[in-house]
């Protein structure tokens, strides 16, 4: 069971960037393959982005203003969000699969084992 802990939420007005951090337990974080996700009130949780060893993944809401990357030296992944936009407002979810690779298709939080607790980030117009 990995534990993972996000950071880095908060208020931004609209065109502004943020730096999601997700830092994870244990020891063999450079075998997990990653993501994020998102929630808004009264929606579903959304796929923002993945990644595993050599391969990122992007939604299209998000392509071209988010970067999603990994430092397994420090056991955290990242989200470089820019060009925030008010539709962009949510929780922000990072979550782990305990393998590198996907066996379905990686936008579906069915793939992931272990959730963090999620941190609010708000966009102002």
């Known amino acids: 069971q990995v534990q993972l802990v996000e950071s880095g939420g908060e208020l931004v007005q609209a065109g502004g960037s943020l730096r999601l951090s997700c830092a994870a337990s244990g020891r063999t974080f450079s075998r997990y393959a990653m993501g994020w996700f998102r929630q808004a009130p009264g929606t579903e949780r959304a796929f923002v982005a993945a990644?595993?060893?050599?391969?990122?993944y992007y939604a299209e809401s998000v392509k071209g203003r988010c970067t999603i990357s990994r430092d397994n030296a420090k056991n955290t992944v990242y989200l470089q969000m820019n060009s925030l936009k008010p539709e962009d407002t949510a929780v922000y979810y990072c979550?782990?699969?305990?393998?590198?690779?996907?066996?379905?298709?990686?936008?579906?939080?069915?793939?992931?084992?272990?959730w963090g607790q999620g941190t609010q980030v708000t966009v102002s117009s």
């Open positions: 979550a782990a699969r305990g393998a590198i690779y996907f066996t379905g298709n990686y936008y579906s939080p069915q793939q992931y084992d272990n």
């Open positions: 990644i595993t060893g050599s391969n990122r």
